[in-house]
């Protein structure tokens, strides 16, 4: 694990104990997991469809879009941490739905504005071209335009 200065700070917390408690706990899967952010990733199970983010467990990686106004990368990084911090790294159904409704609560009615900040701080400023593991590339896709 790597300490930096930032991370010897106090979070900012919003008044809510189970909120500021899966906060803190999202907080120190983001401290102790690489972040990459990305222009575009794609399902490796729908592979025409596109997702906000994907966490690669054995590699301690999580991956994030950035599609503001609705889903900026702090955002998705929080999904994503719900799923690490609940062990769900496989989205079935019922448990994606579980997950954002969480996400929903949390982002749009209990955390504060530096909370959110404070998750944007891990979101890199440039995106990569290394792929999550298991995504399935594009193989007969061309390189035109
Ligand atoms: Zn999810």
Redesign the pocket.
């Known amino acids: 694990m790597i300490l930096s200065a930032t991370q010897e700070e106090e979070l900012p917390y919003c008044g809510d104990r189970g909120a500021d408690s899966v906060f803190r706990r999202v907080v120190h899967f983001l401290r102790t997991t690489k972040v990459y952010r990305k222009d575009v990733i794609f399902d490796p199970h729908r592979p025409r469809c596109q997702l906000y983010g994907r966490i690669c467990r054995g590699h301690k990686e999580v991956f994030v879009v950035h599609r503001p106004p609705h889903y900026p990368a702090a955002r998705n990084l929080l999904?994503e941490g719900l799923?690490a911090i609940h062990a769900i790294y496989e989205?079935g159904v019922g448990r994606?739905t579980a997950?954002e409704n969480l996400e929903n609560k949390l982002w749009c009615e209990l955390l504060t504005y530096k909370q959110k900040c404070f998750l944007g701080r891990f979101v890199p400023r440039h995106s990569v071209k290394k792929e999550p593991c298991h995504t399935i590339k594009k193989n007969n896709a061309g390189e035109g335009s």
């Open positions: 999904h799923h989205s994606e997950i």
